[in-house]
C-alpha cells in the first residue's frame, strides 16, 4: 500500500487548500503497489511543474540510487472530491525526468505522487502530494460582426483573438430543422478574421457563433450569438401590360420597380403561360417599353418582365399575354373596303 503518511499529507493539503471543514478520510490508491522503503524516493523539493489549460508538464532530479529503473506517477483531481490516487504512467528509464500529463481539464487542480521503481513491480515510498493547478480557458472572442442584406450569403466579421495559444477558430451555425448548433467551418489561422457563408435562401435570417480553440484542443466559451438577413429580391415592375391592337407588334409598358437598386429590365417570352422563357431583350431603369415585332398579325405570346438588381438578384413575376392585330378580322377595315367597292361600281355606272 502507498504510504499512510504520504496520504495523509495529501488529505491535508487538500484540506488547507480548499479551506473545507469537512475531515477527507483517506484517498485509496487504484492499485496495490509493492512498496519497499529502501528505495530512494524522488526529491520533492526538485519537482517543478508548468500548467497549461489541458496540459501539465513536470521535471525533477533523477535518483542516484543503481536499482532504479524508472518512475511511477500517481494523480487525483482534487476539485471533483477524489479520494481515488490513479497511476497515470510509468516511465520507464531513470534518466527520464521530464513528464507531460495531458488531456486534464482547465482551471482544475490535480495532486501528484511520484515514486522511484525497480524490478519485479516494487517501488519506493511516493512523494509528498504535489498540487498545481492547470490554466483558465481562453477567454471569448469579444467581437463578432455579421453583415445582412449581401445576396445569398452572410459575412462573419471578429476580431482576432489576441491570446497566442488560440490554434484555430470554429464557426458554428444555428440549425432550425434539427434545433440545435452545428459546426459549419473551421478557420485554421489566428489571424484570418473573416467568413462568408454562401449559398443561402433570399431574405433569410441566420444565426451564428464563434469558439476560439488552443493548439491542444481545449475550446473557449461562445462568442456571444449575431444574426444577418439575406438580401431580399428586387421588387417587380409595376403596371405590367402587353397591347392585343397593334398589327404586327406587340407593345408591353410597365412602371418602375419600387427597388432602389434596380439597374435594368430585363424581357423574356414563351409561346406557353408556364415554361419556355427566353430573354429577347434588356432595357436601362429610364426604359419602361418594348415593342416586339411579329411576323406576322395574331401572334400570341406571353412575356414577363424582369427588374434586376445591382449584385444581379431578379425579381419574379407572373407572365402578361399580348396579341399582334390580325386585320383580317378587322370590322371597320372591311366596312371601309366594301364602301370603297360600291363607289368604283357607281362611278362607273355614270361613265356609260
Not at 487548500?17 to 485509496?28: K, M, P, W
Not at 529502501?38 to 542516484?64: L, Q, T
Not at 482576432?160 to 467551418?185: A, M, S
Not at 444581379?312 to 386585320?327: A, P
Given at each position: ?270 409561346d406557353f403561360s408556364l ?47 399580348g396579341i399582334s392585330f ?9 366596312v371601309a373596303l366594301i ?14
Amino acid at each position: 500500500m502507498l504510504n499512510l503518511m504520504k496520504i495523509t499529507s495529501l488529505a491535508t493539503l487538500i484540506l488547507l487548500l480548499n479551506g473545507c471543514t469537512n475531515v477527507i478520510d483517506t484517498l485509496n490508491p487504484a492499485t496495490n503497489p509493492k512498496v519497499d522503503a529502501s528505495i530512494e524516493v524522488v526529491n520533492y523539493n526538485s519537482i517543478k511543474s508548468i500548467p497549461d489549460m489541458a496540459n501539465i508538464g513536470f521535471e525533477w532530479e533523477k535518483v542516484n540510487d543503481s536499482r532504479v529503473i524508472g518512475y511511477n506517477f500517481y494523480r487525483t483531481e482534487i476539485d471533483k472530491g477524489s479520494k481515488e490516487l490513479k497511476l497515470i504512467k510509468s516511465i520507464d528509464n531513470k534518466y527520464a525526468t521530464h513528464y507531460v500529463d495531458k488531456g486534464l481539464e482547465p482551471k482544475t487542480r490535480y495532486a501528484y505522487q511520484i515514486s522511484s521503481r525497480i524490478d519485479g513491480g516494487i517501488e519506493s515510498k511516493t512523494t509528498d502530494a504535489y498540487i498545481v493547478q492547470t490554466l483558465p480557458r481562453i477567454v471569448p472572442i469579444d467581437f463578432v460582426q455579421a453583415i445582412s442584406n449581401l445576396p445569398h450569403s452572410v459575412k462573419l466579421l471578429w476580431k482576432p483573438h489576441p491570446d497566442k495559444r488560440v490554434g484555430y477558430y470554429r464557426i458554428e451555425k444555428y440549425n432550425t430543422f434539427l434545433n440545435e448548433w452545428i459546426l459549419l467551418k473551421t478557420i485554421s489561422q489566428r489571424l484570418q478574421a473573416e467568413y462568408l457563408d454562401t449559398g443561402l435562401d433570399n431574405n433569410t435570417s441566420y444565426k451564428y457563433r464563434i469558439k476560439a480553440f488552443s493548439f491542444d484542443d481545449v475550446e473557449s466559451a461562445p462568442s456571444k450569438i449575431v444574426i444577418a438577413k439575406t438580401k431580399p429580391l428586387p421588387q417587380v415592375p409595376l403596371n405590367i401590360k402587353a397591347s392585343n391592337n397593334q398589327n404586327k407588334e406587340i407593345i408591353l409598358t410597365w412602371d418602375a420597380s419600387p427597388t432602389a437598386d434596380v439597374v435594368k429590365y430585363a424581357i423574356y417570352r414563351s409561346d406557353f403561360s408556364l415554361l419556355g422563357y427566353s430573354k429577347i431583350k434588356e432595357v436601362d431603369t429610364n426604359t419602361h417599353q418594348f415593342t416586339d415585332k411579329t411576323e406576322n398579325s395574331g401572334k400570341s405570346y406571353y412575356y414577363k418582365v424582369i427588374a434586376v438588381d445591382k449584385d444581379g438578384l431578379e425579381s419574379d413575376t407572373t407572365s402578361v399575354q399580348g396579341i399582334s392585330f390580325n386585320n383580317l378580322s378587322n370590322p371597320s377595315t372591311n366596312v371601309a373596303l366594301i364602301e370603297q367597292n360600291n363607289t368604283d361600281s357607281k362611278s362607273q355606272k355614270i361613265k356609260l
